[in-house]
């Protein structure tokens, strides 16, 4: 084997003994980090969509979070005119980036042949409810080709490296959230597994904002969620303890084989395939499922934009404050030089140094307030998830955005925020 010669070697021009790898962020090197992966869009006109900002705060390395957006024609019946939706996806991944990342590249693919099949019929026959029921299709299609595969690689008995490749989706998991709307009907779907949520802000006729819930949490807060999996699994006391199901604190989600599979599955997933053990509690599974609860809301253009966004953002507050902090948005973006309700730009982090509560609790249960708000980004997207990082502090939208992966995932969690505004470009500030 021949060693490296010394010029390919890294080399360092000089020995530094204050040297830091990871530096103390000024505010424009937080700016920038911040807005790394932004991005807004003006679809054409005809879709009835007059812009939609996106933007994607990372907190673990690879992010785990994904998402996704364009456009899906759906041939007409029969000479009818073709149909074109627009959609908008959101995945939080969980214990790996794979799940997410499937979801980006394969979730439309399986919903757009199911929608495609829907529409084959008359347009007379094809319900609203036949076309939700399409994407729920879809959403379980997905996730049962994944979770066999997984099953039917441990049962062939195949080598590691093809194994892992069919397995390794069902080691990881991911929550997704999926908007469509068909600008003929101004009807708005809304299709959720986890706890990614949508929610619409509509502008009333008094000029203030109503917050219009798309999706709902589905974890053990949801009672309905509590009682489905009771009524699945009834005389199983030990399958929900704090607030979670055998350790997932989410009701719903694709991948997570080891909430779905036999335990026999699972032991030679172990012992074969580097897997955790079985939980001992699992006893009829599958526990978690990828059916999605599909909403259906009438959009009224100019008057609508939606937010559909991963928990990194509502760990930071709750659905009304996001609706007013786009609303403040767009009220500026109308009025520039207008003032708003911002903070001050001392810190309160830098106050709380010293107090009886722990720095490690405050941050991390830190919560939008009216006096962290602040309105700079051209984004709204960008704006929301700036808000969730402190705000108009300074110091801890610094501080936040200095940690890096791992430690950055004991503060805050990967942010990825979508926001639509409905209606003609002209209705736009």
């Known amino acids: 084997m021949t060693s490296p010669t010394p010029t390919s070697l890294p080399l360092r021009a000089k020995f530094d003994k204050d040297f830091r790898p990871v530096a103390s962020l000024a505010q424009s090197d937080a700016e920038a980090r911040l807005r790394d992966e932004e991005a807004s869009i003006e679809p054409p006109e005809e879709l009835g969509v007059s812009r939609y900002d996106v933007v994607r705060v ?184 704090d607030n979670a199901v055998l350790g997932m604190y989410i009701t719903r989600a694709f991948g997570d084989g080891r909430w779905k599979y036999s335990t026999e599955i699972q032991k030679l997933m172990k012992d074969n395939y580097f897997a955790r053990s079985p939980r001992s509690a699992s006893l009829t599974p599958p526990y978690l499922t990828a059916k999605p609860v599909v909403s259906m809301t009438e959009v009224q253009p100019g008057k609508d934009f939606m937010i559909m966004a991963s928990d990194g953002l509502w760990d930071r507050m709750k659905s009304e404050q996001a609706v007013l902090l786009v609303g403040k948005w767009f009220d500026r973006k109308a009025k520039p030089g207008t003032s708003t309700e911002e903070a001050p730009k001392k810190s309160t982090y830098a106050q709380q140094v010293g107090s009886d509560v722990p720095l490690r609790s405050q941050m991390t249960s830190w919560e939008v307030h009216a006096e962290s708000i602040i309105v700079v980004d051209d984004n709204a997207a960008t704006h929301l998830a700036r808000n969730a990082l402190g705000g108009a502090d300074e110091e801890l939208f610094r501080g936040m955005l200095t940690f890096r992966a791992p430690f950055s995932r004991n503060l805050r969690d990967d942010i990825t925020v979508q926001v639509v505004f409905f209606g003609s470009r002209s209705a736009l500030p």
């Open 58 to 241: 990372p907190s673990n390395f690879p992010t785990e979070d994904d998402l996704i957006h364009g456009t899906l024609t759906i041939p007409g019946h029969e000479g009818e005119t073709d149909r074109t939706l627009m959609y908008w996806g959101v995945f939080d991944g969980h214990e790996g980036w794979e799940m997410s990342t499937k979801l980006r590249v394969s979730l439309m693919e399986y919903v757009s042949h199911d929608l495609k099949t829907a529409y084959q019929t008359p347009p007379a026959e094809t319900s609203q409810e036949a076309i939700s029921k399409a994407i729920e299709t879809a959403f379980e299609r997905l996730d049962n080709d994944v979770i066999n595969a997984g099953a039917a690689a441990v049962k062939a008995s195949l080598p590691l490296s093809e194994a892992l490749s069919d397995l390794i989706l069902t080691y990881a998991g991911s929550c997704a959230l999926l908007g469509m709307y068909d600008p003929s009907s101004s009807l708005l779907r809304v299709a959720c597994v986890g706890d990614s949520r949508a929610v619409l802000g509509r502008r009333k006729e008094d000029g203030k904002w109503q917050t219009i819930a798309l999706s709902a949490d589905q974890n053990l807060d949801n009672d309905a969620e509590a009682s489905r999996l009771q009524e699945e699994h009834p005389d199983e006391p030990d399958m929900i303890e």
